[in-house]
């Protein structure tokens, strides 16, 4: 008897040991956000965060993901923050608007992001909070390495944004890092870099 029970309890634990334990991870409803992501085979939130200019931190935080590492493929993930929320400003602020739902949250100070990088190749990079109808200068070097140097001019529109599609110079394509200062000629400048 003893031994029959003994068969049973290690033929369940077996059985049991075969079925894939898989808790989902409660993320938000696509409605919730600006812009989703599916996973695909080979991808991690660093290289998703990279594709859209998020921090992996600030993904994971978005999707509720109580382990950074593990997404699955097929997965939808939002990569652009919940939609954003309409903020008012007092009309006694000062000058500058604010421009909510950017990965840095609402912010008067000027600010550079990178929406969509091709490693070795290419980048798109946004700025807004500039001055308005603005020629604005985009410096590139390696992280920690100074001076930038002059690659590219932009313009700002009348709102003080701007988006440009930037090749790597030679260079930079084979560099670890990227780092891009946007810069106008009265001193208004953004900083940011990314994983190349």
Request: charged content about 5%; aromatic content about 12%.
């Amino acid at each position: 008897m003893l031994k029959r029970f003994l068969f049973v309890v290690v033929i369940v634990a077996l059985g049991l040991n075969m079925v894939p334990f898989h808790r989902a991870e409660a993320a938000p409803s696509p409605q919730a956000c600006a812009q989703t992501h599916t996973v695909q085979v080979g991808q991690n939130l660093f290289r998703i965060g990279l594709m859209y200019g998020v921090q992996w931190p600030l993904l994971a935080q978005w999707n509720n993901l109580a382990n950074p590492n593990l997404i699955y493929v097929g997965q939808v993930l939002c990569v652009s923050g919940p939609n954003p929320v309409q903020v008012v400003v007092p009309a006694n602020a000062g000058g500058g608007a604010v421009y909510p739902g950017n990965p840095f949250g609402p912010t008067t100070q000027p600010r550079i992001y990178f929406p969509k990088v091709t490693l070795n190749q290419n980048f798109e990079l946004r700025g807004y909070n500039f001055p308005a109808n603005t020629s604005i200068t985009i410096g590139l070097t390696t992280l920690g390495n100074l001076p930038y140097v002059p690659y590219y001019t932009a313009s700002t529109d009348a709102s003080g944004q701007f988006y440009v599609l930037i090749n790597l110079p030679p260079a930079l394509a084979s560099a670890a890092t990227v780092a891009v200062e946007a810069r106008t000629a009265t001193g208004y400048y953004a900083k940011n870099w990314f994983y190349n």
